[in-house]
């Protein structure tokens, strides 16, 4: 069984503010979050995040929730469909 943490959700903020010439204090002092907690999903470490963060996260970058998270399955076989049976 993998470990409770390994969720394989990847945080894509790096490119993103990069893409806009922002840092993540604006983007923090923007969505009214703090710069550790955007820090802690930027590095991959969030164990969750509210539909509210996200969405002022997307307001201010200009993006949808899948150009910031996209999901990694290191387990998955090549040629699978990644359906999961009943």
């Known amino acids: ?39 802690v999903l930027k590095n991959d470490r969030a164990k969750a995040i509210r539909f509210s963060t996200l969405a002022a996260i997307c307001r201010e970058l200009g993006c949808q929730p899948g150009d910031l998270l996209s999901y990694h399955d290191s387990d998955r076989r090549p040629g699978s469909s990644g359906a999961r049976g009943a």
């Open 1 to 39: 069984m993998p470990p409770e943490d390994d969720h394989h959700i990847k945080v894509h903020l790096d490119r993103l503010l990069a893409e806009r010439g922002m840092t993540l204090a604006e983007l923090a002092a923007r969505v009214g979050v703090t710069v550790v907690n955007l820090s």
